[in-house]
């Protein structure tokens, strides 16, 4: 989610607009042809494989490794770009060529299930054998009607990056475990001086900052977005575990611990500050590991799950899930990628690319030696928590969401109450149009 939340916050209701238009009048009775015992097993010819530019790292490693084992049946990567791959997609669908499978942004599942676009793929979900190993959060997207329509493709989680050095420096023992730990710890580095900050935050990112707080109120089962589609409700106004979160952000903000520009960080930059070695908390994404490493501070960083109020912890389940759309010429090829894809042997070579895999179960010894930090990233993952929801854009991705309007009014003009008043009725107002199905 993170890797297109930061560059596509204002294209949601433009990408409304299009998915409307497309799938306008179209009855998807075009499906691929009856499952059979065979299904995933012996396909032959090729697989046109749809895959986001933004996640493109394990494709392009992999693809060609499935290719030379898989005589008779070629995966063909097609690129779509980060500003229109939905859009992309729908189009192809709408045309009547759609792809045999496509790497999707997890958390537009929804948008595309809620059009009766994808092919159902319960029975074979189900006959996986690693099942209850694969990422609760992705799985939950693709559930839709009693159905079961996407498996997860890679995991790009949020973690609680922090400094050890800047840390021991302070007197502090380890990663914070709550709000208040975070806004304790956060002090003690920033009074280190010396160009140092407690704490660095996107805070003019609208998806980054959904990415890292959201968890923190995941971790205790707090969800702002409740009951299944269409029929949600927000639940802002008297959330305390919400009030807590922002008024940590705010006395972190109004204390000093956070570098000035963080205001107007856009995501961009995201990151870079503490790749310097200067700041001692970075909520962010484990996708940061390469680019920490290039730094040559990778040895002074400490990586944990992101915190709840009292020791729980929790992830953002973001990244990408395997659909199928309905329409596929080679949906039986394109499963027995997928069920490659999802084998222990080359879940574990993602860490390698930056992505966590969305197995459980290769957390091994000699998965934590060979991959300390992903290992912390690839726990969390079993807690970990997706928000399914049609409005997922409009509300936190968009320049003025209710969740960014929230969280400016809340830490840069202290004004808690009113900005959960306005998020609350921003939130029931986008709820309105998909609860009644318009």
Known sequence: ??????????????????????????????????????????????????????????????????????????????????????STLATAIRAGHPPDLVGLNDIDVPEFTSENALLNLSKYIKALPNLKYLSHGHLALGFYKGGEYAVPYLADLSVLWYNKTLFAKAGLNGPPTSYA??????????????????????????????????????????????????????????????????????????NGDAPTNDQTDNGATWGDDFASGNIGLYPGPYGKYPAFV??????????????????????????????????????????????????????????????????????????????????????????GYAPTTLIYDQAYNEPNSPWFTMFTDAVYNNNISGGEAAAQSGFEQLLKSTNSGT
């Not at 995933?40 to 494989?49: H, I, L, R, S, Y």
């Not at 660095?200 to 959904?210: E, I, M, N, P, T």
Request: charged residues 15%.
């Open 181 to 254: 730990a975070m806004v304790s710890d956060a002090n003690a580095v920033q009074k280190l001086g010396g160009g140092v900050s407690g704490i660095s935050f996107a805070g003019g990112c609208q998806g980054c900052l959904g990415f890292v707080m959201e968890p923190d109120l995941w971790a205790d089962k707090n969800y702002m977005i409740t009951g299944a589609i269409p029929k949600q409700k927000i639940n802002i106004t008297g959330n305390s575990d919400l009030t807590a979160l922002l008024q940590a952000y705010q006395t972190m903000w109004k």
């Open 1 to 86: 989610m993170r890797r297109r939340g930061i560059q596509r916050f204002a294209l949601s209701f433009a990408l409304a607009a299009i998915m409307a238009l497309v799938f306008a009048g179209v009855a998807f009775s075009g499906t691929a042809k009856k499952a059979s015992a065979s299904f995933g097993v012996g396909a032959k010819g090729t697989v046109v494989f749809y895959q986001r530019a933004a996640t493109n790292g394990a494709a392009a490693a992999l693809v060609p490794e499935f290719n030379a084992s898989h005589p008779g049946l070629k995966v063909v990567v097609v690129q779509t770009s980060p500003n229109d791959d939905t």
């Open 294 to 383: 290039a730094s040559g501070n990778i040895k002074e960083f400490g990586i944990a799950p992101l915190p709840g109020m009292n020791g729980n912890a929790s992830t953002f389940d973001g990244g990408d899930d395997f659909v199928i759309p309905k329409g596929a010429k080679n949906a039986s090829g394109a499963w027995e990628f997928v069920k490659w894809m999802l084998q222990p042997q080359v879940q574990v070579q993602y860490p390698g690319f930056g992505y966590t895999p969305v197995l459980t179960n290769i957390l091994t010894p000699s998965f934590k030696k060979d991959n300390p930090y992903d290992a912390v990233a690839l726990k969390a993952l079993a807690t």
